[in-house]
């Protein structure tokens, strides 16, 4: 199979789990830059190029709140989860949890 | 060189220079968004971009920061959430097929009427740049009827894709299935491609022979005799190696055509040049000055009672029919052929 082909079913089936991986890291203030390096360290890899449009996507859906802090040098833009954000990311949760132990299911049948 | 310069010899305006490259990459992103995410995409993605930077990037730093975040019109597709089209995916398929079609038709069409326009209008000094001028015509003529079939399609399928975006449309029923195909009717019959490869040839041949050879035989006879000849061989002679290059080709054609069994877009390309070709010759042909010697007309003037300018008036509104009846024919002929193709390709 075709390298490219392949890498591109890999990026389809992260693609589903960013909105997830974002709001799992929200429960606290974070501006883009700090949200992209926390996620990078748990080696969830999101580019930035997807990840500040996803962030302001979901606080116009309603599930971040947001706030320039410009006391510092260097003015920021911080999200957080709202209420609605924190029971949409654990209905999430149950859904991710359901998905994973379908799928264990099928590929243990397979091997 | 100037990289060079800007690094070192003149640090501060190298930094206001690659300041600027930041602000014009943050424009090239906003002016494609809608007015009112701008000012806020704005300041959040600078603020970004700081963030991502040291307080003094290097040329490479900025670089490769901003090559990280992507080309500014996929950042702006990803701010924009949805994509957009001027014809969705969903349509596209139903779209190429309709344009196809039109396009067809719309281009038999002012071939038709482009090219009786140009035969008729004809006012060149020699055979070959008649010929040029009456193709460059046609070109021209076919190239803004396919712009405006490919503007008319396209706009229509706009609205209903606009339309099909923002309406809730009733379900699907099964009877809108299509029909299935009838099928080989992209075949060409064997029968019909080895008869025409035989009479195309034949009738070549004797119309080539008697072009080359007995054009001065074709004439009125009266007790055995010739009395006047028909044609003009001075203006006859002028198109032998045009019928002869275009009988060749006729040749070629039909040898494909049984060869091939069936139509496709290369087959029907060549066919179609050919039949092009070969009609506006002959019309040509038909509307040369001097075709038909005076004295012919003159001679059957005298049988019917009438003036030579007469009989030469009625052959010129026959041969002016003549035109617009072979046009339409060739026009009818270059669509089905087409349509044929098209639909060979999709089922």
């Given at each position: 199979m075709d390298i490219n082909q392949y890498n591109n079913m890999v990026l389809e089936l992260k693609r589903g789990t960013q909105v997830l991986s974002v709001l799992s890291q929200l429960k606290n203030n974070q501006y883009g830059y700090s949200l992209l390096q926390a996620l990078e360290e748990k080696k969830v890899m999101i580019e930035a190029g997807t990840l500040y449009p996803l962030m302001r996507r979901l606080e116009s859906q309603g599930l971040l709140i947001s706030e320039w802090d410009t006391s510092e040098s260097r003015p920021r833009k911080y999200y957080r989860l709202s209420d609605e954000g924190l029971s949409v990311y654990h209905q999430l949760v149950n859904e991710w949890k359901n998905i994973v132990s379908d799928m264990d299911k099928l590929i243990r049948e397979e091997s | 060189m100037e990289k060079h310069c800007q690094r070192h010899g003149q640090a501060d305006q190298g930094g206001i220079i690659m300041k600027q490259i930041i602000e014009r990459y943050i424009y090239a992103v906003t002016k494609r968004l809608p007015e009112n995410m701008r000012e806020e995409v704005k300041e959040e993605l600078g603020a970004n971009i700081r963030d991502m930077m040291?307080?003094?990037?290097s040329d490479e730093e900025i670089d490769r920061v901003l090559h990280g975040l992507g080309h500014p019109r996929e950042l702006a597709k990803n701010y924009r959430g949805q994509d957009r089209y001027v014809i969705s995916p969903l349509f596209y398929d139903d779209y190429i097929q309709v344009l196809k079609i039109v396009a067809v038709i719309f281009l038999a069409v002012t071939l038709v009427f482009g090219t009786i326009d140009a035969i008729t209008n004809i006012e060149a000094q020699s055979i070959f740049g008649g010929i040029v001028k009456v193709f460059a015509e046609i070109v021209s003529h076919a190239f803004s009827s396919f712009a405006s079939a490919f503007a008319w399609v396209t706009l229509i399928f706009w609205g209903i894709d606009y339309a099909a975006r923002n309406k809730k449309w009733p379900e699907w029923k099964l009877s809108d299935l299509p029909d299935l195909p009838k099928p080989n009717t992209t075949k060409i019959s064997r029968v019909e491609s080895i008869l025409g490869l035989v009479l195309g040839t034949a009738f070549s041949a004797i119309f080539l022979v008697f072009l080359i050879r007995?054009?001065?035989?074709?004439g009125i006879y009266e007790n055995g005799e010739?009395?006047?000849?028909?044609?003009n061989s001075q203006v006859t002679d002028q198109f032998i190696v045009f019928f002869i290059i275009s009988a060749v080709i006729g040749f070629i054609v039909s040898l494909l055509k049984v060869n091939y069994g069936e139509w496709r877009i290369g087959l029907a390309s060549i066919y179609t040049a050919h039949e092009i070709l070969s009609t506006v010759l002959f019309l040509i042909f038909i509307h040369?000055?001097?075709?038909?010697?005076y004295e012919a007309f003159a001679r059957v003037g005298t049988y019917l009672d009438i003036s030579a300018s007469a009989v030469q008036g009625h052959f010129e509104s026959g041969v002016t029919g003549l035109t617009v009846f072979i046009s339409i024919m060739v026009g009818i002929d270059l669509i089905s052929t087409w349509v044929k193709t098209l639909k060979a390709k999709k089922a």
């Open positions: - | 040291s307080e003094n990037p007995y054009i001065h035989l074709i010739l009395v006047v000849q028909i044609f040369t000055e001097g075709l038909i010697l």
